[in-house]
């Protein structure tokens, strides 16, 4: 069993960023409107219950991409 699956999804601290402890998707510190929403936000979106792997894969990608784009 992994540690995601015992705690479920979490906020992992990496230097001045939090991540996303299934995909390793970045916040900010100074997200807005705040941390929390933001990442319930990202999970509702990112990881839908019932999601392969593989979909929770492209979901991450896709979502670094958009957050990455200029």
């Known amino acids: 069993m992994t540690k995601d699956s015992e705690f479920g999804p979490r906020l ?3 230097g001045n960023l939090e991540r996303c402890s299934i ?5 900010r510190a100074d997200v807005k ?6 990442f319930a936000e990202h999970l509702l979106k990112a ?10 894969s ?5 979502i670094v991409r958009e957050a990455t784009e200029d």
């Not at 995909?23 to 916040?27: E, K, S, T």
């Not at 990881?47 to 929770?56: A, F, I, N, S």
């Not at 492209?58 to 896709?62: E, G, T």
């Open 12 to 14: 992992i601290a990496d």
């Open 23 to 27: 995909c390793g998707y970045p916040f």
């Open 33 to 38: 409107p705040s941390m929390s929403v933001a």
């Open 47 to 56: 990881h839908k219950p019932g999601q392969t792997t593989e979909d929770v």
């Open 58 to 62: 492209q979901a991450a990608a896709r």
